[in-house]
């Protein structure tokens, strides 16, 4: 584990939103056969959890600029830091009463993530890592997979849902990636997809139209546990750019080459 004071701010305020996250998930089954549908009360669990999130690390660290998915973004007195918020991670498995889902937190430093922590409330697994201290699940130290063949890749990615763009593109990235891998994965969360990747349990992730509350913790999570992390056509900034790709040094390569095929006409 790291033991600093930034992770215990940050695992402390996570730990805090997840209680209110776990009560709410128990409902959801009973919502799900109502008329009204559980829609209207998802939103509220998601807004609870992010005002619990904010309000304990503006205790912690005053000034820190915060980037939030529901309220937005808030300029703070330090310029130099930002949190960037994603309450509930997963919201539509969430919704479905699927449990697997997620609370993210980033802390962005002079433009660098720095530090990240992604907690499963349902699985009791913690995510963190700080630069230079590594990257850890609960007490586990994490590395990426180092697998080197496409073939034996299990590839992480997201899908294009009803009203996003793009779908013809991710139509034909799709078709590039799954007939050279061992397979292709959609579980409904970024920032877990890039935990996993850091955990070795998938090789590869990649998603266009992110936001950077999806990514934030997550890169420096996967970069502490060895990976690179760059966005889809390969360029270093993927909190600029709002897409992700990520892996060990040798999949990451092949997947950017795959992703950077021409698109056909």
């Given at each position: ?123 009791d697994e913690l995510f963190m890592a700080e630069r230079g201290k590594g990257a850890y699940l609960n007490n586990r130290r994490l590395r990426v997979a180092s697998r080197r063949d496409m073939a034996d890749a299990v590839v992480y990615c997201g ?107």
């Open positions: 584990m790291i033991r600093s004071p930034l992770m215990t701010v940050m695992t402390e305020a996570v730990m805090k939103a997840a209680r209110s996250l776990k009560r709410d998930f128990g409902e959801v089954e009973n919502l799900q056969v109502s008329r009204k549908g559980p829609g209207n009360f998802v939103s509220a669990a998601d807004h609870r959890a992010e005002e619990i999130l904010r309000g304990a690390l503006e205790k912690a660290r005053p000034g820190y600029g915060l980037v939030m998915e529901e309220t937005g973004t808030i300029e703070g007195t330090d310029t130099t830091h930002r949190w960037h918020i994603d309450p509930l991670d997963g919201t539509t498995n969430f919704l479905h009463g699927i449990p697997h889902f997620c609370i993210s937190v980033g802390l962005e430093r002079d433009g660098q993530m720095v530090a990240g922590v992604i907690y499963d409330p349902i699985k899908l294009p849902h009803l009203g996003r763009p793009a779908h013809p593109r991710f139509l034909q990235e799709i078709a590039s990636v799954m007939t050279v891998s061992a397979g292709l994965r959609r579980m409904g969360s970024a920032a877990l997809d890039m935990a996993y990747v850091a955990a070795g349990r998938a090789d590869l992730y990649w998603e266009r139209d992110l936001q950077t509350w999806d990514m934030a913790a997550g890169i420096a999570i996967v970069r502490e546990a060895g990976g690179f992390v760059s966005d889809c056509d390969g360029g270093s900034d993927p909190m600029t750019t709002l897409s992700v790709c990520c892996g060990n040094e040798v999949l990451h390569r092949e997947l950017l080459g795959l992703l950077r095929k021409p698109l056909a006409r």
